[in-house]
């Protein structure tokens, strides 16, 4: 097993091959090719001989899972690990995460509340409450098929969708529509027939930050716990 408790905590007074070291020395075989080789995999190549006190948030975030790797963990355990990390370094850290999930049968288990970073981390989430656990769920499951309608006047639009049995719901600048794609054509020929301006008709899939919402009631002090 290895772990990221959000900040990771290291010798700020040692470089940070030093703490390698030090950590490595808690396991049993941890040899200096797989030290060296979890610091190419994390990319701390031109920093890694240099003071921890020298490092960013960013550059620690790295070092703490350089650390946690050290013994070939099946099983990882990331709080918060994106903290500090610029764009393309969540980016690099996330395609890393699946890769050795992918390729190396590591089990990862992360605890978030970044959802837009977790929708495309993760393949699943848990989701706690108030102690107790929500749900778990795939993350692009899908509970039912919904279009995005972009329509003028857009009143007049909702009325003649209720009309036809349609279920209709407000959102952003048009109407969510419950239909099967096979449908769509027809719903959107009604429409025009009716001299409805349509400006956009789009597939719609909920984010996960509105999926938290509605499992949780959202304004609620909750905890999200993803894996």
Request: proline content about 3%; charged content about 30%; aromatic content about 4%.
């Given at each position: 097993m290895g772990a990221?408790?959000?900040?990771?905590?290291?010798?700020?007074?040692m470089s940070g091959y030093k703490n390698l070291v030090h950590f490595a020395r808690m396991h049993k075989?941890?040899?200096?090719?797989?030290?060296?080789?979890?610091?190419?995999?994390?990319?701390?190549?031109?920093?890694?001989?240099?003071?921890?006190?020298?490092?960013?948030?960013?550059?620690?975030?790295?070092?703490?899972?350089a650390q946690a790797l050290l013994n070939k963990p099946k099983f990882l355990i990331l709080d918060e690990p994106t903290n500090g990390l610029d764009p393309a370094g969540i980016r690099e850290f996330r395609t890393y995460l699946r890769k050795i999930a992918e390729e190396d049968g590591v089990s990862v288990l992360v605890s978030s509340h970044l959802l837009s970073e977790i929708e495309l981390m993760c393949d699943r989430i848990a989701v706690i409450q108030n102690g107790k656990l929500v749900t778990i769920r795939e993350v692009d499951a899908i509970e039912e098929s919904q279009y995005?309608?972009?329509?003028?006047?857009?009143?007049?639009?909702?009325?003649?969708?209720?009309?036809?049995?349609?279920?209709?719901?407000d959102y952003q600048n048009g109407l969510l529509?419950?239909?099967?794609?096979?449908?769509?054509?027809?719903?959107?020929?009604?429409?025009?027939?009716q001299n409805i301006l349509i400006y956009a008709v789009s597939h719609h899939r909920k984010t996960l930050e509105e999926q938290f919402l509605e499992m949780t009631g959202g304004g609620q002090i909750v905890e999200s716990n993803t894996k």
């Open positions: 990221i408790v959000e900040n990771p905590e290291m010798y700020k007074f075989n941890v040899t200096k090719e797989r030290i060296d080789e979890v610091i190419r995999q994390v990319g701390m190549e031109k920093r890694i001989h240099e003071k921890v006190s020298t490092y960013s948030l960013g550059m620690r975030q790295r070092l703490g899972l995005y309608i972009e329509a003028q006047p857009v009143d007049k639009a909702r009325h003649i969708l209720i009309e036809n049995g349609i279920s209709v719901e529509i419950s239909v099967e794609q096979a449908d769509v054509p027809t719903v959107v020929e009604q429409l025009v027939q």
